[in-house]
């Protein structure tokens, strides 16, 4: 049997709290809601389920709260098949996220909480299980101190990392050289290349568009990566999903353009319901929904 791929995530788990509307509220105005939704969330969350529905073997390291929330997520992620063995429950509460979904698209407001007990130490203790990773995958919704721990513990132990540069702030170039892959979108990609020369991300970047797909370096040309068109219901979590699909796809063996057409393709998908990871495919869906659009 072909070994699972070794996924680890380290980053946050939050709890989505999704209003449906026909549009979002000006200042001072208030509107009635069509539904209200509560869904697994967090960048770190989203990003393993997806890879764990793929079919890899995830750990997931992060912190809950010791409220309702916490409890309810880590038994959701364990049914999501993520290894939650390095998920820890902290005094206070979970992180949350508030998410306001009007025509199809989405405005949030992150509230770290326990995801910002996510600390250097606290990520060197989990060194063990990054190091026998075959691949990293990390956001920017724990604090900047723990990414440089992980990157750091996974570039000394020569396995591939993935940053996915959200929500955008201010990286080292240190950090940055230590990275194999940046995945940001269009505006995170701007204020990237305005705070670091281009020699720094050179063949790094790939860059997410939503519906115009992705857009890639080879030998110094930039390849565009078309999107895959289908129903969009809520496109919260589809640039998890995109990451997770491109970590399973790299460490399958699958080269970058050939990963992040997998990768879009898994995007694309978990954009077909309601919630970040509802719509989150497996492998064998993927593949199906590959092959219909040949």
Known sequence: ??????????????????????????????????????????????????????????????????????????????KQGVDVTNVEPVTGSTGTASITVAEGDNSIIVVPAANYRVTADFVESKRDVIANSDILVLQLEIPLEAVEKAVEIAHANNVKVILNPAPIQELTAELISKVDYITPNEHEQLLLKQTHKEQELAGKLIVTKGSQGVTITKAGQEIQIPAYKVDVVDTTGAGDSFNGGLACALVRGLDLEEACRFGNAVGALSTTKLGAQSGMPTAEEVVAFIQNQA
Request: one cysteine or more; aromatic letters at 4%; hydrophobic letters at 40%.
């Open 1 to 78: 049997m072909e070994r699972k791929p070794r996924v680890t995530i380290v980053g946050s788990i939050n709890m989505d709290l999704v209003t449906i509307t026909s549009q979002v509220p000006q200042v001072g105005e208030t509107l009635f809601g069509e539904q209200f939704h509560m869904n697994p969330g967090g960048k770190g969350a989203n990003q393993a389920v997806a890879a764990a529905r793929l079919g890899a073997h995830v750990q997931l390291i992060g912190c809950v709260g010791t409220d309702t929330f916490g409890k309810e997520l880590v038994v959701h992620l364990e």
